[in-house]
Nanobody, 127 residues
Framework: QVQLVESGGGLVQAGGSLRLSCAASGRAFSWYIMGWFRQAPGKEREFVAALWWSGGSKYYAESVKGRFTISGDSAKNTVYLQMNSLKPEDTAEYYC????????????????????WGQGTQVTVSS
C-alpha cells in the first residue's frame, strides 16, 4: 500500500509564503506524475500543479502560475509545493496525488487520473 503524507500547511498573512511537502512511502513503485490539488469549503477539488517525475516537466493552473513552484526529490520520494505571494483565495485544503500513468497536459489536471491521494494539509491565508 502506498501512502502519501502532506505537511507544511498553516496560517499565513496575504503576501506570505509556505512550502508544502508530500512524502511517499510504502510499496515501492514508479509513478509518472505527482500533482497538487486543493479544495476550498463549498467548492470542488481543483488542480494546482503537476510534475512529470522522470522528465521534470511541470504544469500549473493559471491561478497559481508565477507564484507557486512544484519540485521533487527522487532520493526522498518527496514532492514540494513552494507557494509565494499567497492570497486569501488560496485558502484551501491541499492534497498531493500520484499517478501511475503518464498523462499529457490536457489530462493531468483531472482528479480521476490519479491513483493515490494524501490526507490533505490546511492552508489559510488571512487578509
Amino acid at each position: 500500500q502506498v501512502q502519501l503524507v502532506e505537511s507544511g500547511g498553516g496560517l499565513v498573512q496575504a503576501g506570505g509564503s509556505l512550502r508544502l511537502s508530500c512524502a511517499a512511502s510504502g510499496r515501492a513503485f514508479s509513478w509518472y506524475i505527482m500533482g497538487w490539488f486543493r479544495q476550498a469549503p463549498g467548492k470542488e477539488r481543483e488542480f494546482v500543479a503537476a510534475l512529470w517525475w522522470s522528465g521534470g516537466s511541470k504544469y500549473y493552473a493559471e491561478s497559481v502560475k508565477g507564484r507557486f513552484t512544484i519540485s521533487g526529490d527522487s532520493a526522498k520520494n518527496t514532492v514540494y509545493l513552494q507557494m509565494n505571494s499567497l492570497k486569501p483565495e488560496d485558502t484551501a485544503e491541499y492534497y498531493c496525488a500520484a499517478s501511475r500513468s503518464s498523462w499529457d497536459y490536457s489530462q493531468v489536471s483531472k482528479n480521476d487520473n490519479y491513483d493515490y491521494w494524501g490526507q490533505g494539509t490546511q492552508v489559510t491565508v488571512s487578509s
